[in-house]
């Protein structure tokens, strides 16, 4: 596709159900990047994919939180037993490797997240 | 790991004044520095960013100047204009961070009319 694809753009859940958000990023990029924002915040990392591996899995904020790569398709963020701090838009990003190289990272819309 | 810190967390300018936002960075690898600006509800979006064989790159009303000795870069916004409101993110690519990127903690400008 043209540009990074999130889904849900929108999701409302009860406290302790589980989510699943899909990122869909630009054919060719083999980066994909997670990141959470809350209301008025900065871009907190949860974590960083080049193909289906993960160098850095320390950003994810609990155990409550996985995250899985196809390939170098499709990533899947999954939050069980969600919270009311869950409640954040959650961004996806894409790149080629090696930043410095002339590379730049791109944005999906977000799924914003509502837990009640 | 790299640190980036972001300077002011906010900033109120005239419109047509013009507007500079500072970062400084940690890790002297550091070799790549993108600025990202996001409107409200938006994604972030790139508006310029510099590569650390060059000290300065320019694109309109925007430039980004880099000092690596001092370790710090800025974004600077001249004749701003109300559609310039916005958060800038700036932030710092190490090539050993396994994070890739790391971002500064955004500046919300305001232009006044």
């Known amino acids: 596709g043209a540009g990074v694809s999130q889904s849900p753009s929108n999701k409302v859940t009860e406290k302790g159900k589980d989510v699943e958000l899909r990122c869909d990023p630009i054919?060719?990029?083999?980066?994909l990047y997670w990141y959470r924002q809350r209301l008025g915040q900065g871009l907190e990392f949860l974590i960083y994919?080049?193909?289906?591996?993960?160098?850095?899995k320390s950003g994810l904020p609990s155990d409550r939180f996985s995250a899985e790569r196809t390939g170098e398709s499709v990533s899947t963020l999954t939050i069980q037993r969600t919270q009311q701090e869950d409640s954040a838009v959650y961004l996806c990003?894409?790149?080629?490797?090696?930043?410095?190289?002339?590379?730049?990272?791109?944005f999906g819309e977000g799924s914003w997240l509502t837990v009640v | 790991g790299e640190n980036v810190e972001q300077h002011p967390s906010t900033l109120s300018v005239q419109e047509g004044d013009s507007a500079v936002i500072k970062c400084t960075y940690s890790?002297?690898?550091?070799?790549?520095f993108p600025w990202y600006k996001q409107e409200l509800g938006k994604r972030p979006q790139l508006i310029i960013d510099i590569r650390s064989n060059v000290g300065e790159k320019k694109d309109q009303r925007i430039a980004v100047t880099l000092n690596k000795t001092a370790k710090h870069f800025s974004l600077h916004i001249t004749e701003t204009q109300p559609e310039d409101s916005a958060v800038y993110f700036c932030a710092a690519s190490s090539p050993g961070s396994a994070r890739q990127l790391t971002f500064g903690s955004g500046t919300q400008l305001t232009v006044l009319p």
């Open positions: 054919s060719g990029h083999t980066a």
């Open positions: 994919f080049q193909g289906n591996s993960a160098p850095d």
């Open positions: 990003a894409s790149s080629r490797p090696r930043l410095a190289s002339g590379n730049t990272i791109y």
């Open positions: 890790d002297s690898a550091s070799n790549y």
